[in-house]
């Protein structure tokens, strides 16, 4: 469902916006996932500059956000067209990305070279609007300093990224964690980043799933450390906590029970709802990292359905302090 929070911007909002991504400025916008951080996908010094604001590395594609089904067919090369219409029918507007073979026109820096290229269409109307004002695709990573928190709420964007030229404030963001990623083979798909579409709704579309526990790097994106506050991150009972509870943030999934040792603790969902979760975590690690604490302790999720992409982000946000 698209996201009802659009009369939160006003329409000479989203315009001027979208004057900014015509003259080839970088816009910040809410999606329903996370906020975006984007530019006209065919202007490559635009997209060079959210490069530069993200300090990203080049190699690390970005997604291409389109309003219209119709604007996919201007970027990539639609291989098995009924299977994709089958995907668009049942995810799109929403948290999928499909990466397909690109189109010539597709600049090499949106795709970092590579021959396929990303694209997803947001449910979020603020987005849509801005997209279709500004006449263009827009690529858009999230709107974070690479490697970092990603923003759920337009003032974490401002934190991590003050120079960028406009930010739509659209309120916090209704799904909270970044879209699913897939690839496409055959009959089947590839899962290169988990989201809150999950495999088995994936499944009802693709009937074969392929390679899903390969090792290789498949996507730039598919990095071990990634989504980390400014402080350590430890996932009780799989990382050795180092440091003082008293000085500490615990992060749990469920209600809080007996965590009067930390010196805060938040919970992300008031009854073990995944999806409740996922909508809250970034903002609740964003909190935690603004609190003071010294670092963070979480409680792991069930890793099925969407708890898997949760703990692909908590094992990122922690791997570098195993
Ligand atoms: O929900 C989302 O997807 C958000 C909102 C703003 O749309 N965007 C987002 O973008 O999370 P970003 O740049 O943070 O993550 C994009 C992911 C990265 O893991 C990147 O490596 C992967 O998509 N990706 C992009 N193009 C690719 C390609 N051609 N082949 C494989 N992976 C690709
Ligand atoms: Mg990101």
Redesign the pocket.
């Known amino acids: 469902m698209a996201n009802p929070r659009k009369h939160m911007v006003n329409n000479q909002v989203i315009s001027n916006a979208a004057k900014v991504i015509q003259k080839g400025g970088v816009v910040a916008f809410p ?8 530019a006209d996908a065919f202007n490559p010094m635009a997209v060079a500059r959210i490069f530069e604001i993200k300090e ?1 590395p080049a190699f ?4 291409v ?1 389109i309003a219209e089904a119709d604007g996919l067919g201007l970027l990539a090369e639609i291989e098995n067209k009924e299977l994709v219409d089958k995907l668009i029918e049942k995810f799109w507007p929403g ?1 999928l ?1 499909i ?1 397909l073979p ?1 189109k010539s026109s597709v600049p090499d820096i949106v ?2 070279g ?1 021959s ?3 694209v ?1 269409m ?1 449910d979020h109307l603020v ?1 849509l609007e801005l997209i279709r004002e500004s006449g263009t695709p827009i690529a ?5 300093k690479f490697g970092m928190l ?1 923003p759920t709420l337009a003032s974490h964007v401002g934190k991590q990224l003050p120079h960028v030229d406009f930010i739509i404030d659209g309120g916090k963001t209704t ?1 909270g ?3 699913t ?1 897939i ?1 496409l083979s055959g009959n089947g798909f590839k899962l ?2 988990p ?1 809150v579409i999950t495999v088995a709704d994936l499944e009802e579309v693709l009937p074969e799933i392929h390679n899903m526990r390969e090792n290789r790097l ?6 071990k450390s990634h989504y980390s506050p400014r402080i350590p991150v430890y996932i009780q009972g799989e990382s050795a906590i180092k440091g003082d509870l008293g000085n500490a943030g615990y992060l749990a999934l469920s209600p809080l029970q007996n965590t009067g040792e930390y010196q805060l603790s938040l919970s992300l969902s008031t009854g073990n709802d995944l999806r409740e979760a996922a909508v809250n975590l970034f903002s609740a690690l964003h909190q935690l990292e603004e609190s003071g604490v010294k670092f963070i302790v979480v409680e792991p999720v069930p890793e099925t359905g969407i708890g898997m992409a949760i703990m692909d982000r908590l094992r990122k946000a922690a791997y570098q302090y195993k």
Do not use: F
């Not at 690390?60 to 997604?63: K, V």
């Open positions: 999606t329903e996932t996370v906020y975006g951080l984007g990203r690390d594609p970005l997604i956000h948290p990305t990466v690109k795709t970092s590579l396929t290229v990303a997803r947001p987005a858009a990573p999230s709107a974070n990603s799904v964690i970044e879209s990623v690839t290169l980043r989201g498949q996507s730039p994106g598919q990095l």
